[in-house]
T-cell receptor, first 115, second 115 residues
Framework: AQSVTQPDIHITVSEGASLELRCNYSYGATPYLFWYVQSPGQGLQLLLKYFSGDTLVQGIKGFEAEFKRSQSSFNLRKPSVHWSDAAEYFCAVTTSTSGTYKYIFGTGTRLKVLA | GAGVSQSPSNKVTEKGKDVELRCDPISGHTALYWYRQRLGQGLEFLIYFQGNSAPDKSGLPSDRFSAERTGESVSTLTIQRTQQEDSAVYLC?????????????FGPGTRLTVT
């Protein structure tokens, strides 16, 4: 069965430090991949997405992610974290089963930023 | 334009009562999804609507849960005989198309507390 794994439940970084959030997926074909952010009390907001082409995709708020087919990974990165980045981050993949598209979300990584 | 809206934002109900949650998707979005997010956990897929096709109900946890959608507009999620384990945030999302390449636009959620 298709799955998305975010191995880090919590991550703490200092403001200004670099960040990498891990995401691994299990899917036979090339999936559509997404990263969403959920700030406290808010709905989810799309950071970036990958469909095809350049494996390094740029998103909003200075985030980027790299699709690595050989590793079945789609890790999210940011060179310098800001205090406002503290939130929960979800990796997601869409799969197609009999023509319907179901989004599968990882369990999330909660980011804490130290001043 | 307006985003996805959900009502109520908060609902407290007694165990055994029925509740109805509402979702207004973005106008023109043909796909609509319901998710459940328990405290500190990821998103759990519940049900998916796409146009006039039969909904994908594979994620509904029990027959106490049901959902309807009128055409490509409002959707309601009904939970009958609520149980304490139903306490969660219920998120609705809409998407422009059946194609998996489209991101989902999330509403702010309804926080359900069953006492």
């Amino acid at each position: 069965a298709q799955s998305v794994t975010q191995p880090d439940i919590h991550i703490t970084v200092s403001e200004g430090a670099s960040l990498e959030l891990r995401c691994n997926y299990s899917y036979g074909a090339t999936p559509y991949l997404f990263w969403y952010v959920q700030s406290p009390g808010q709905g989810l907001q799309l950071l970036l997405k990958y469909f095809s082409g350049d494996t390094l995709v740029q998103g909003i708020k200075g985030f980027e992610a790299e699709f690595k087919r050989s590793q079945s990974s789609f890790n999210l990165r940011k060179p310098s974290v800001h205090w406002s980045d503290a939130a929960e981050y979800f990796c997601a993949v869409t799969t197609s089963t009999s023509g319907t598209y179901k989004y599968i979300f990882g369990t999330g990584t909660r980011l804490k930023v130290l001043a | 334009g307006a985003g996805v809206s959900q009502s109520p934002s908060n609902k407290v109900t007694e165990k055994g009562k029925d509740v109805e949650l509402r979702c207004d998707p973005i106008s023109g979005h043909t796909a609509l999804y319901w998710y459940r997010q328990r405290l500190g956990q990821g998103l759990e897929f519940l049900i998916y609507f796409q146009g006039n096709s039969a909904p994908d109900k594979s994620g509904l946890p029990s027959d106490r849960f049901s959902a309807e959608r009128t055409g490509e507009s409002v959707s309601t999620l009904t939970i009958q005989r609520t149980q304490q384990e139903d306490s969660a945030v219920y998120l609705c999302a809409s998407s422009p198309s059946l194609a998996g390449s489209y991101e989902q636009y999330f509403g702010p959620g309804t926080r359900l507390t069953v006492t």
